[in-house]
């Protein structure tokens, strides 16, 4: 028993003899043998009103006992607190990050002139292996090598970084999100977010009690914070291949970004000058259009699932206007009198990387029967 639970102990027993040394019968006279009954009945009377009976006593000591519990209690919850705390802290404990504009040269050996094997970048998160004077031992992704000591920060200090540089997502934990306006369940309804969905937190954005700032097309709105989990999304290093890799896509990325915004002509021999997220979005309000925002998404995420695969064209218009696939006959007409702002945001969001189908490369109308996951009014497999 520590201290202070000591202290409290003999508070409790000295308060209860003061009860029962300050607590008097009123006085009374010297019984007669005759009026002993009398007496008797008087000091029952009076010890039922004013007496220091073991029932009172007991019920004074048990009215600390609930004080002491709940001091107890409330030391039991710092300590858990404190060790939640503490455990969080040594989770960061051989962790380091690079505190640098872009990318820290992650080298084979402890030198600077030896062979570079990869790439740090700032928000990339690395297990530290060694500390040594001037270089850290580390591994990261693919990635075991050294880097400089004066670029890196430790611990903690990685984990105050991680907050600033590193993005943050809502992932939905329910059927159907819905995302708002304003922090207030009476404001407007943007759009919905399918379970495992997810969005960008708005960390810049006045945080809300109960609520979770998120981006929505191109806009701050809010989600509730009962139905998502936050996590920060930390990046890995990359071997000096990956590197190359990543380059090597982003460059086919920005090509076919220029190919499919110059004119097309559709296979019905109609013509359609867009950018991809107008004519994702066309496509998505033909298909699902009349459907949920978790239905027009899953639409748009097909197309890009298909953008991804080496089964099919490596670009959305290719996609789209492939033969016997979809149905774009309107597609020139809806463009040019304008793609609804649900299907625009839904074609953003698949285009940003959204995918709630789970990789899924076609879809029927649920009318058909056809076997897979039905989200709004189509079955994707």
């Known amino acids: 028993m520590n201290f202070r639970k ?14 029962l040394i300050t607590t008097s019968v009123p006085a009374v ?28 006593v ?27 705390s503490s455990d969080e802290e040594d989770s960061w404990s051989d962790k380091l990050m690079a505190d640098v504009d872009e990318s820290l040269n992650v080298r084979k050996k402890a030198s600077k002139s030896s062979k570079v094997v990869g790439k740090l970048y700032a928000g990339s ?25 004066e670029y890196c920060v430790y611990g903690a200090d990685a984990k105050k970084l991680a907050s600033k540089v590193c993005k943050q997502y809502a992932k ?11 922090a207030s369940e009476d404001a407007d309804v943007l759009g919905l977010l399918a379970k495992g969905d997810k969005l960008e937190v708005n960390t810049k954005a006045k945080t809300k009690d109960g609520w979770v700032a998120v981006k929505y097309d191109g806009s701050k709105a809010y989600v509730s914070a009962d139905y998502v989990k936050v996590k920060t999304q930390y990046t890995k290093a ?37 950018d991809d997220a107008t004519l994702l979005g066309a496509l998505i309000y033909i298909e699902a259009g009349s459907g949920s925002a978790a239905g027009q998404l899953a639409v748009g995420a097909v197309v890009i699932n298909r953008v991804q695969s080496s089964r099919y064209p490596n670009t959305i ?13 309107r597609i020139s007409s809806i463009i040019s009198g304008g793609v609804p702002s649900s299907c625009m945001s839904a074609a953003k969001q698949a285009i940003a990387g959204s995918d709630n189908t789970g990789g899924c490369l076609s879809f029927r109308s649920a009318s058909t029967g056809h076997s897979g996951t039905q989200i709004g009014g189509n079955v994707f497999f």
């Open 172 to 182: 939905s934990t329910t059927q159907t999100l819905r995302i708002r306006e304003k």
């Open 29 to 56: 006279a010297a019984p007669t043998a005759g009026g002993m009954a009398t007496l008797q009945e008087e000091l029952a009377s009076d010890d039922e009103q004013t007496g220091p009976t073991a029932g009172g």
């Open 238 to 274: 990359l071997t000096v291949k990956e590197e190359q890799e990543k380059i090597a896509k982003e460059k086919a990325r920005a090509a076919a970004k220029s190919s499919s915004s110059s004119s097309t002509t559709t296979d019905s021999g109609t013509s359609a000058s867009a």
């Open 317 to 329: 218009s290719g996609v789209i206007y492939q033969s016997g696939q979809f149905a774009t006959g």
């Open 58 to 84: 007991s019920t004074a000591l048990s009215g600390l006992d609930e004080q002491m519990a709940t001091i107890v209690v409330n030391e039991s919850d710092e300590q858990q607190s404190s060790t939640q």
């Open 125 to 149: 998160l690395a297990t530290v292996v060694e500390i040594g004077d001037k270089w850290t031992h580390i591994k990261s992704g693919n990635v075991d090598g050294y880097v400089k000591n």
């Open 6 to 19: 000591r202290m409290l102990h003999c508070t409790i027993l000295s308060a209860a003899a003061v009860a």
